[in-house]
């Protein structure tokens, strides 16, 4: 049994189908459909062990919500990279952090092979995909989790490093996201996946001597908002380098972050707007307001977060965290008031805890004013875990009361996602789902917490420990127990 802080990093290699969950507490009537979420489960094979949190093999869970009752399911994702590995009985490619990724550079892996896509769940172009930070995504079964492969676009765009955090825009009816041409000099496209068209319809692109590494980007209704942080690379190390992907990015502390807006009727870029720097992977959301772009975003200093998550540090912890390497810093939730004109750039603080993985009502409020936002962090007192308790932020309130908090002994819970009720009236008119590990029993169980209050309505408990994951979404359509 898996029991400790470390729970939550080690490997989960058994898959399940369950039916019915024991439950306490009581489901919503109303609360029905899929929560699918994305994240690594498996570390080790053979001889080799991953270096990094962001590497492990990426498994699928399902936790189908119907009458009260939830069931459960879980699948490795049946990558290439996945299956020769197992077939080899070792790790054969190179990850995030974990071998050289020349691969990356070269193309060869983005566009012949179907890659460990662990980050993301997402709906384009009517697909159900798994994602990571490469251009194509892989397709998978919602209800099976069974892996359909690569889904491949009929269009010439070329990129290597894309995001897993594409966007949709709901007026429009298209996915919106950007891959990053390595080159000399390399190439920023940023582009449309119109719904069930697997086509990518290039909205905009310009070019860059070092590119930034970024995981995630804002959209507003007229606008698409790319933060370049002054953490960049020079593509010619990536492919001469010995090192793995991300240990070739430099940060850069004395340069500028660069707020960059392009139109997305047309792809001009409308401007460039530089302030101090910061380090971020996630967006939350961004919107127009009074001849500004608002954009709310989970920052960091520097990207020294990524280094406290390889997993030999991240095994050893212990809390409480008995020395400063042992701390996990979360990001910050700033809002950056982007002028579009020649009045400097600035920041607030939203909320005094830090958020990480943070969430919002998607459907509703995407790209537009909005007043809750939803996340994980780590109190003062826990800083050994990448997170220890859920926040939801009152951007409306007052800064020092504006945030709620759920939170357990030895409890680690994943990315909180909203469910929203039928004729909701109020942005935060639902649940929250979050799989949370209680590693005082080595098991994870779906929490169900009443959105507005934050208080528990019902857990879900599964029999195993689930690996901390990244990403998933809610999907009511899918319902099928
Ligand atoms: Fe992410």
Redesign the pocket.
Known sequence: MANGINAGYLSLNEEIVLDRLPIKGTLPGWLAGSLLRNGPAKFELGPDTFRHWFDGFAMLHRFTLKDGQVSYANKFLQSEQYKISMEQGRIVFGQFATDPCKAIFKGTMTETDSVNAN??INKVAGDFVAMTETPLPIAFNPHTLETLGVVHYEDALQGHHGS??PHYDFQRHMSVSYMTEFNMPSIFHVYAIPDHEHRRQEIGRYALMEPSYL??FGLTEQYIVIVEFPYRVNPLNLLNSHKPFIENYEWRPQEPATFVIMRKSNGEVVGRYETEAFFA??HVNAFEQAGEVVVDISAYDSPAVIQSLYLDQLRDRVEPATQSSARITGGELRRYHVPLGSAPVRYELLSHEAVELPTINYRRYNAGDYAVVYGVSTPEQRVAAFSSQLVRVDLHGALGSNTKIWGEEACYPGEPIFAEAPDARFEDDGVILSVVLDARVGRSFLLVLNAHTFEEIARAEVPHHIPLG??GEFFPSIAIL
């Open positions: 980050v993301s897993a955090h995981h995630s992977f996630h990244f990403h």
